[in-house]
């Protein structure tokens, strides 16, 4: 999985211009981002149509607040620049939440946000 370097909303834009990508908002001190990283590879393979991204919340604070993202781990799909679905709560998820959170936008496009 990409890592993200730190980034400006505008630069993040403009790398997720074309394509289909899952940012995957985490940091080191959370073990609930322990728990899920350990799934993340599976998931990965599962869905080859999405480029998985990495982005450490405390190096793209700034990043994450425009993106509101306030509890993590947390995911936000994007297809060709646009958001088409997030996951983002405070909770602990499982695997089985994200499989089913990424096969809802397979199934209906996105509209999730």
């Known amino acids: 999985m990409e890592k ?25 001190w959370c073990p ?12 990965e393979s599962d869905f080859p ?3 998985f991204i990495e982005v450490d919340r405390d190096e793209n604070i ?5 993106l509101n993202i306030f509890g993590i ?5 994007y297809q060709d620049g646009y958001e088409i679905s997030r996951l983002v709560n ?6 089985v939440e994200v499989e089913q959170f990424l096969n809802n936008i397979t199934t209906n496009g996105g ?3």
Not at 32 to 43: G, R, T, V, W, Y
Not at 90 to 95: F, P
């Open 49 to 51: 149509d999405y480029q």
């Open 4 to 28: 993200l370097p730190v980034m400006s909303k505008k630069a993040l834009d403009t790398k997720l211009k074309q394509g289909k990508y899952v940012l995957v908002f985490m940091a080191d």
């Open 73 to 77: 781990p947390s995911f936000i799909a």
């Open 62 to 66: 700034d990043l994450a607040q425009e």
């Open 111 to 113: 509209t999730d946000k």
């Open 90 to 95: 405070k909770e602990r998820k499982t695997k």
């Open 32 to 43: 609930d981002c322990h728990f899920i990283k350990s799934h993340l590879p599976e998931i």
